[in-house]
């Protein structure tokens, strides 16, 4: 029978202890992912005083239930860059994710973590356009991708835009390695936050700076990353005895299928959709393995959620115009693992007072009069006034029942609770 956990959890994580007292530092981060855990491990190189809180385990959430592809192509992406923000953006934004994925490279070449050189695809089924336009912006930014008729897909496509060397890894074996003399108290959930100071159930910690790395913000009196985020919902399975697909795919349309392998396993990904909205799920996934894998079975079944902003790209940096000492970062729009190296390299710099070549790309500060505003903001007034007994304790919308998961799930922006109430998902940071 299929286990309900990612193929990661099978790694052994360091364990840490509880906060219990007082505490004073020059850095405090909160939230114990993968952006929190890099920029820690970042200011732990540079000699910075810091400390990390996590609410629960580190890694429990988002972190342990990637698929874990390292590349600079974020779908289709850059065509979308440089219609709204211009070339020179554009670039910027290719050339800070090629410098993440440099970094893992450095990292994991004295890192047992699976750590494989793997070409990326990103492919339509019926949309060749789509293709062209994503190419002839890669070769005016300079980056030598290639346009691909077949590729190792059990089905027909209109063509794929390849990455070459790019990797993927198993990111809790990656963390497990770096993680272990870094400065983390665990199950030590932030329930109060003043300038300067957060609190948790037993104790407090004072520093001159704060970094919010939460997977969603979770201070709506700045930033309105209540207006700039919503959540998406996605679903994996492991397959064994399916074909090997050599490379790391993903459709460039959100309702297709993403593939990488790990060892003897197929990870199989799709069915999304916005939380708190109706999607395919696992059985989507079931059933195209059904048709493509007959041979197959199922090892593991596990669903993601991810911060999507409004333009495809992440906010990295200081968390408003207003908040000089305090920064975020969120957003990462699926693309999580360069995204959060980029996070961590960006905000050390502004620690130690240097200037980032790509802060501006990322500034969370930007224009936020982008179409997905729009489509936000009717989303979360249609919720707000939907009668529902069960309302979301972040911002008072109505909670919809996901019969697939069992779950209480917020449309709004995407808060997310167990049957009897316990919140799963933040920005919601209490119980229904």
Same mark, same amino acid.
């Given at each position: 029978?299929?286990?309900?956990?990612?193929?990661?959890?099978?790694?052994?994580?360091?364990?840490f202890p509880q906060l219990k007292e007082d505490i004073n530092t020059d850095v405090l981060i909160i939230g114990g992912g993968m952006a929190g855990i890099l920029?820690?491990?970042?200011?732990?190189?540079?000699?910075?005083?810091?400390?990390?809180?996590?609410?629960?385990?580190?890694?429990?959430?988002?972190?342990?239930?990637?698929?874990?592809?390292?590349?600079?192509?974020?779908?289709?992406?850059?065509?979308?860059? $440089?219609?709204g923000e211009g070339l020179e953006k554009a670039r910027d934004y290719l050339n800070a994710n090629l410098s993440a994925c440099a970094e893992y490279a450095k990292?994991?070449?004295?890192?047992?973590?699976?750590?494989?050189?793997?070409?990326?695809?990103?492919?339509?089924?019926?949309?060749?356009?789509?293709?062209?336009?994503?190419?002839?912006?890669?070769?005016?930014?300079?980056?030598?991708?290639?346009?691909?008729?077949?590729?190792?897909?059990?089905?027909?496509? /209109?063509?794929?835009?390849?990455? #070459?060397?790019?990797?993927?890894?198993? #990111?809790?074996?990656?963390?497990?390695?770096?993680?272990?003399?870094?400065?983390?108290?665990?199950?030590?959930?932030?329930?109060?936050?003043?300038?300067?100071?957060?609190?948790?159930?037993?104790?407090r910690v004072r520093a001159s700076k704060i970094i919010v790395a939460t997977h969603f913000p979770f201070i709506n009196k700045h930033g309105s990353y209540f207006?700039?985020?919503?959540?998406?919902?996605?679903?994996?399975?492991? $397959?064994?005895?399916?074909?090997?697909?050599?490379?790391?795919?993903?459709?460039?349309?959100?309702?297709?299928?993403?593939?990488?392998?790990?060892?003897?396993?197929?990870?199989?990904?799709?069915?999304?959709?916005?939380?708190?909205?109706?999607?395919?799920?696992?059985?989507?996934?079931?059933?195209?393995?059904?048709?493509?894998? #007959?041979? /197959?079975?199922?090892?593991?079944?596990?669903? /993601?959620?991810?911060?999507?902003?409004?333009?495809?790209?992440?906010?990295?940096?200081?968390?408003?115009?207003?908040?000089?000492?305090?920064?975020?970062?969120?957003?990462?729009?699926?693309?999580?693992?360069?995204?959060?190296?980029?996070?961590?390299?960006?905000?050390?710099?502004?620690?130690?007072?240097?200037?980032?070549?790509?802060?501006?790309?990322?500034?969370?500060?930007?224009?936020?009069?982008? #179409?997905?505003?729009?489509?936000?903001?009717?989303?979360?007034?249609?919720?707000?006034?939907?009668?529902?007994?069960?309302?979301?304790?972040?911002?008072?919308?109505?909670?919809?029942?996901?019969?697939?998961?069992?779950?209480?799930?917020?449309?709004?922006?995407?808060?997310?609770?167990?049957?009897?109430?316990?919140?799963?998902?933040?920005? /919601?940071?209490?119980?229904?």
């Open positions: 029978m299929a286990k309900n956990i990612s193929v990661w959890q099978e790694t052994k994580l360091p364990d920029t820690a491990y970042m200011l732990h190189q540079a000699g910075v005083k810091y400390v990390l809180v996590e609410g629960r385990k580190i890694c429990s959430g988002t972190t342990q239930n990637t698929t874990a592809k390292i590349t600079a192509q974020n779908g289709l992406n850059y065509h979308k860059l $440089l219609k990292l994991c070449s004295y890192i047992d973590c699976d750590y494989e050189v793997k070409d990326n695809y990103v492919y339509s089924v019926d949309d060749r356009k789509k293709l062209e336009d994503e190419m002839d912006v890669l070769h005016k930014i300079g980056y030598d991708a290639e346009l691909c008729e077949k590729v190792d897909l059990p089905f027909t496509i /209109a063509g794929a835009v390849k990455f #070459p060397n790019q990797a993927q890894f198993n #990111p809790l074996k990656f963390i497990s390695a770096i993680a272990g003399d870094l400065h983390i108290y665990e199950n030590s959930f932030v329930h109060e936050m003043e300038p300067g100071q957060a609190t948790t159930e037993d104790g207006l700039k985020l919503h959540q998406h919902r996605s679903y994996v399975i492991a $397959l064994k005895n399916a074909e090997n697909v050599e490379g790391m795919y993903v459709d460039e349309d959100h309702k297709g299928f993403s593939f990488r392998n790990y060892g003897n396993l197929l990870l199989l990904g799709g069915g999304g959709h916005r939380t708190g909205m109706k999607g395919g799920g696992w059985d989507e996934l079931r059933s195209f393995a059904r048709e493509h894998y #007959p041979n /197959a079975e199922e090892t593991n079944y596990w669903a /993601a959620q991810d911060c999507m902003s409004l333009d495809c790209t992440p906010y990295i940096g200081q968390y408003s115009k207003r908040t000089e000492d305090l920064y975020a970062a969120t957003g990462f729009n699926k693309w999580g693992m360069t995204g959060t190296m980029v996070s961590a390299m960006i905000l050390r710099d502004k620690i130690l007072g240097r200037s980032n070549e790509y802060e501006a790309v990322f500034d969370p500060s930007r224009s936020i009069l982008k #179409p997905q505003l729009f489509v936000n903001g009717c989303i979360s007034v249609g919720n707000l006034i939907t009668p529902s007994k069960k309302r979301c304790p972040h911002l008072g919308c109505a909670l919809k029942w996901n019969s697939k998961e069992r779950s209480w799930d917020c449309a709004c922006h995407g808060s997310r609770f167990s049957e009897d109430g316990k919140v799963l998902d933040n920005p /919601a940071n209490g119980d229904i």
